[in-house]
């Protein structure tokens, strides 16, 4: 018998979530986006940082998948801002890269990356690191208790009774 998944991570499982592709490569952007919407995924994309900084606003993803070799403002310039934006804290930041140097390494920690990878990737594998940071973080909850939705970063005002 299969051990008991702990609900957080079982939900994650069933259900998509908001994924913003960075990626200046058409092809690979292609490929990747089909690979993620066919897990279920609702999947935005972006070719260069200025245009996935104005979508991650618009879009409030809880993943950003991000080619650091992006033409304009760099991969690890993107992660900075979108790590400096106060209404998504938790959201999840995967470094996609050509280059596997230990400077790149460094930088994208230092940018503010939960995942470094080398390109290509595998799609099963690109899932595995969505789900784990996604497992581990904490449920954000309003100061009534009530969950916050994943698709805002706000408590709702009505939503103050609780269903149990």
Same mark, same amino acid.
């Given at each position: ?29 292609? *490929? ?14 972006? $070719? ?6 104005? @979508?991650?606003?618009?879009? #409030?993803?809880? &993943? $950003?998948? %991000? ?6 403002? *760099?991969?690890?310039? &993107? ?5 400096? *934006? ?7 930041? %995967? ?8 400077? @790149? ?13 080398? #390109?290509? %990737? ?7 690191? %969505? ?11 309003? @100061? ?6 994943? /698709? ?6 009505? $939503?103050? @009774?609780? /269903?149990?």
């Amino acid at each position: 018998m299969a051990a008991a998944m702990p609900a957080r991570a079982h939900d994650d499982e069933r259900r998509g979530h908001r994924i913003l592709l960075i990626e200046d490569d058409e092809d690979a952007r292609r *490929n990747l986006h089909a690979a993620l919407a066919l897990e279920g995924h609702d999947v935005r994309e972006a $070719a260069d940082g200025a245009t996935a900084v104005r @979508s991650a606003a618009q879009f #409030k993803p809880e &993943v $950003a998948i %991000i080619d650091v070799g992006l033409p304009g403002l *760099n991969g690890f310039q &993107v992660a900075e801002s979108l790590r400096a *934006n106060p209404e998504r804290p938790q959201m999840v930041l %995967i470094a996609l890269t050509g280059y596997s140097q230990t400077d @790149s390494l460094r930088r994208a920690r230092a940018a503010g990356f939960d995942e470094f990878v080398t #390109k290509p %990737i595998a799609p099963e594998r690109l899932t595995r690191l %969505i789900r784990a940071p996604l497992a581990r973080r904490p449920t954000p909850r309003c @100061s009534t208790g009530t969950r916050i939705p994943t /698709w805002t970063s706000r408590c709702s005002t009505t $939503a103050t @009774s609780r /269903w149990w």
